[in-house]
């Protein structure tokens, strides 16, 4: 019995109470399966589009970015420290790991020869700026 | 590691835990030996100044903000991570010793390892053969 107390140190708070707290969380926690990782956020000013991904603890070696007609792919493998399963026990095994791929379809409006990424921690961040010639234009009617 | 109480941002977000305001739940590996307890916790966007990692009584608690370099004028049109906080608490065993846990924080990766207290620590106990 003293074994099992010992494999047991960690538990969640009151893992209702937090579910309940943090439904939309818990929702979301389940999207990001295989195929949904990593995360990404996506955004757009006048001049630019932003893409951020977010890609904890990789070196950038490891990440493949690439801009293919309109479509960004970023693609890599996580690996992970694993337990020693001979000296202890693994108890939460949730993050991400493994090869993944995700792939976004950018605005036509994007110079691809302009995009720039910066690896900040653990978020890729991706600019891209916007043809010139997309920004809006006023159309000048002549009456005839 | 700061302290709750020199960091005005980290009691506000406190208030905020009792509602159901969006905070996300970062996820976490957890792997035990005897030596201790390691775990590892991903929070991408949040840089070492705005992570807050705090023991209370047996309650460890993990808060991030997420900071991104956003531009003026970014409108979102496509969001997985919808809000701005990470917050995760874990009750830890009485056999840990919360005093000296040591913090590793690199490019959103968390890795915390917590040792066993010493007298929970297994010990071999040698027999003597007279």
Redesign the interface.
């Known amino acids: 019995m003293i074994s099992e107390m010992l494999r047991f140190p960690f538990s969640m708070l009151d893992e209702d109470i937090e579910k309940l707290f943090y439904q939309d969380s818990f929702q979301s926690r389940g999207r990001y399966g295989r195929g949904n990782y990593p995360a990404i956020n996506i955004g757009a000013t006048d001049k630019s589009v932003k893409v951020y991904m977010f890609i904890p603890g990789i070196k950038t070696e490891d990440l493949d970015v690439v801009i293919e007609k309109n479509m960004l792919s970023v693609s890599g493998e996580r690996v992970l420290p694993e337990a020693d399963e001979r000296k202890g026990a693994t108890y939460r095994r949730e993050r991400f790991s493994g090869p993944f791929k995700r792939t976004i379809t950018l605005p036509d409006s994007v110079d691809a020869d302009t995009a720039e990424a910066i690896y900040k921690n653990g978020v890729l961040h991706i600019s891209i700026a916007k043809h010139v010639e997309s920004e809006p234009r006023q159309i000048k009617i002549s009456v005839q | 590691m700061r302290e709750e109480q020199n960091n005005p941002e980290a009691k506000a977000s406190i208030k905020q835990?009792s509602s159901?305001t969006?905070?996300?739940?970062p996820?976490?590996?957890?792997?035990?030996?005897?030596e201790g307890?390691t775990l590892?916790i991903?929070?991408?966007?949040?840089?070492k100044e705005s992570l807050n990692i705090d023991v209370d009584k047996d309650?460890l608690s993990i808060k991030g903000k997420i900071?991104?370099?956003?531009?003026?004028?970014?409108?979102?049109?496509?969001?997985?991570?919808?809000?701005g906080r990470y917050e995760r608490?874990?009750?830890?065993?009485?056999?840990?010793d919360s005093h000296n846990i040591q913090a590793d924080f690199?490019?959103?990766?968390l890795k915390l390892f917590i040792p066993?207290s010493e007298r929970?620590k297994?010990r071999k106990i040698e027999i003597k053969t007279g």
């Open positions: 835990t159901t969006s905070v996300t739940q996820l976490a590996d957890i792997f035990e030996t005897q307890a590892y991903d929070l991408p966007g949040v840089d309650v900071a991104l370099d956003i531009p003026d004028g970014l409108e979102a049109t496509y969001m997985d991570i919808r809000s608490h874990f009750t830890l065993g009485e056999e840990l690199k490019q959103g990766e066993r929970h297994p």
